[in-house]
């Protein structure tokens, strides 16, 4: 095999931790592959919440989730990197020093692998009512992918945790009323957001479960239970967006032949992404280490440091990186 084919470095997942491995591993001229399993870049950032507004990553004071991918986009576009979408990698195997990428587009060859996978394949988690389907897309939503589409209507929010108190807030910003509705009396959320739910205009409804939904015209009738009692209560609502978190199929990677160590899937890794496999790393939410926290700014934070120790591991001549510009001193 001619050696220009070879990928050195073969980044799987194309979410926020692999675009800013690929724009990096750019900078370090490796010839790099992202493969991406959806149509587009971003991760769950693109997929789940393309509205919201995230207030911590580094150097932007707040930013909607779309126009952060669109920026690591604009980045990835200024090196070589190549990205190969509506790729899925189903194996890698080992063949001697590299590996084979083996998707459902065919097979690559790559020196190191790097494993961003995220979360893996995820849904969202339904609302435990028989006919929800009949809702959903029309007046029932598991994420806000159009804010303008919740323009002056009547919405209840679903869910405790911070994600829901953010798509509550964000609704409410263009709303009638918003309702947020929780089957507990506190919120599993950051005390920043509960204060500005708090201070906000969105009523809350707890601690409620979902019990029934009914059509009334274009609108949607909801029955809740309130915890521990036989009480209910209804409302009439135009939307309900819930918000229960994600089920993520994460159990793909223990079927390839080359699988580096961890449970429940997350990968075991040590600083800078090593595994128990040379030349396979991992970052991003994948990664698992003690003090890990699944977040946009671990997985940027990461990305460099498994792209330089993939470098010199497969080019131990080669002098690491200081800066991407130098500074004398
Ligand atoms: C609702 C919600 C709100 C959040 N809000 C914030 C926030 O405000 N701030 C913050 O820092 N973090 C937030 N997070 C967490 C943040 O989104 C994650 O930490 C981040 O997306 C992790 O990036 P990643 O690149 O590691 O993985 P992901 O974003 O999960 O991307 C992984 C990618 O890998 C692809 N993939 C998986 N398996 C394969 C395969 N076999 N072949 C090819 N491709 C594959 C997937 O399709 C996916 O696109 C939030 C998460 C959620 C769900």
Request: aromatic residues 6%; glycine residues 8%.
């Amino acid at each position: 095999m001619n050696n220009d084919e070879v990928y050195d470095i073969t980044i799987i997942g194309g979410g926020p931790a692999g675009m800013f491995a690929g724009f990096y591993a750019g900078l370090r001229n490796a010839k790099t592959q992202i493969i991406e399993s959806l149509a587009e870049l971003g991760g769950q950032v693109a997929t789940l919440y393309p509205e919201k507004t995230i207030l911590d990553v580094a150097g932007y004071p707040q930013i909607k989730g779309r126009e952060l991918i669109a920026q690591l986009e604009q980045q990835l576009q200024t090196v070589a990197t190549e990205v190969k979408l509506n790729t899925t990698v189903q194996n890698i195997k080992q063949v001697g020093d590299a590996f084979e990428v083996i998707t459902n587009n065919g097979m690559t060859v790559s020196k190191s692998i790097i494993i961003a996978t995220g979360v893996g394949a995820f849904n969202p988690r339904k609302l435990a009512v028989d006919n929800s389907d009949e809702f959903e897309g029309t007046n029932l939503f598991y994420s806000v992918k159009d804010l303008d589409h919740f323009k002056n209507r009547t919405v209840l929010v679903a869910g405790g945790g911070d994600a829901a108190i953010d798509e509550a807030l964000l609704i409410e910003s263009v709303a009638k009323q918003v309702y947020l509705l929780h089957r507990r009396d506190k919120f599993r959320a950051m005390e920043h957001s509960v204060d500005l739910l708090t201070e906000s205009t969105v009523e809350t409804v707890t601690p409620y479960l979902i019990s029934e939904l009914a059509s009334e015209g274009d609108q949607v009738k909801i029955t809740a239970k309130k915890m521990k009692s036989d009480e209910e209560m209804s409302m009439v609502v135009d939307d309900i967006v819930v918000n229960y978190g994600f089920i993520a199929q994460d159990d793909a990677l223990s079927g390839w032949e080359v699988h580096p160590e961890g449970s429940r899937g997350k990968i075991h890794s040590g600083v800078s992404g090593i595994t128990n496999i040379k030349n396979v790393f991992t970052i991003g939410d994948v990664a698992d280490y003690e003090t890990k926290q699944a977040l946009i700014a671990t997985g940027f934070g990461e990305a460099p440091l498994a792209v330089n120790e993939a470098m010199r591991s497969i080019y131990p001549d080669r002098r690491g990186p200081v800066h991407s510009t130098s500074i004398k001193r």
